[in-house]
């Protein structure tokens, strides 16, 4: 027993949660820190960090345990937004329950929430917060918040790819990029026009380990745009890729004005930058 405790890489916290759209109390399920669980690895060029497999607790995917999900009604959130449910959004949430829940067990069946967090189930906590912010004001910048949800539910995807390559994760994963860029995206277009602030935001992470703040965001954007824009149309693709080369020209902007920019940051976005030229350049031949 007390090595089964030692091994233990989550606890279940002694702080009761109240669902605010269905009254159920509950207990969050929290990842342990420090013991060698976490051996983090490199950044990714769409800003996730990797964490190596430990010797002794195996693969740990802290995104996993990031949402907050009610196991009754699976109402689910970033953590910290969790008890912001507006109050007139609360019948919806109760209406759209059981499509809620079909829904999510369409592509993952055998999620059951009342148990230990693992890949599947923590892949569907990101996909349900992704879903979940259809309910919130904008006060808390829920658009943004769907785009990093959707490249968090993406990342998971992929890693679950990786355990079950004939389940078709990786097509789900592209999938999720897509909608990532479509929200990405989109949340900029309301800041600028004022219709939705970023001022609900703490962290653009657009991972949990590190907050690349508002250009992370905008090289985010430029790099899915690059990756999941439409190639359709050339013409398109040429003015979406022009556009996305004057973002990553701001990040570089910043970076080079301040010596406290993220290094990773500036790194991949040189990267970017030089394959949004090359593929500009192509067109114009």
Known sequence: MAEDREIKISFVSKEEILCPACWNVFHREELHSGSGRLIAGEITEELQRLYEPSARYGDIY????????????????????????PETARDQVMEDRQKRINETKLI??????????????GTASQYLTLRCYDYFNKDVSPTMKQGITSLRTSWLLEHLHVKYPEEHYDWLARIFKKKALFFYSEAFKREQSGQESFGGIKSFGPDTDKNYGYEGGLYVLALLQLEYGSTSDSEV?????????????????????????????????????????????????
């Open 108 to 121: 993952f069946p055998s999620v059951d929430f009342h148990e230990n967090r693992g890949l599947v189930s």
């Open 237 to 285: 693709r040429n003015a979406a890729l022009q556009d996305a080369k004057r973002t990553i020209a701001k990040v570089f902007g910043l970076g080079k004005s301040s010596k406290n920019r993220p290094g990773p940051l500036l790194e991949h976005a040189r990267n970017v930058y030089n394959r949004i030229n090359k593929e500009l350049n192509e067109m114009d031949e």
């Open 62 to 85: 802290p995104l996993a345990y990031q949402a907050t999900v009610c196991p009754e009604c699976w109402f689910a959130s970033m953590d910290k937004d969790f008890s912001l449910l």
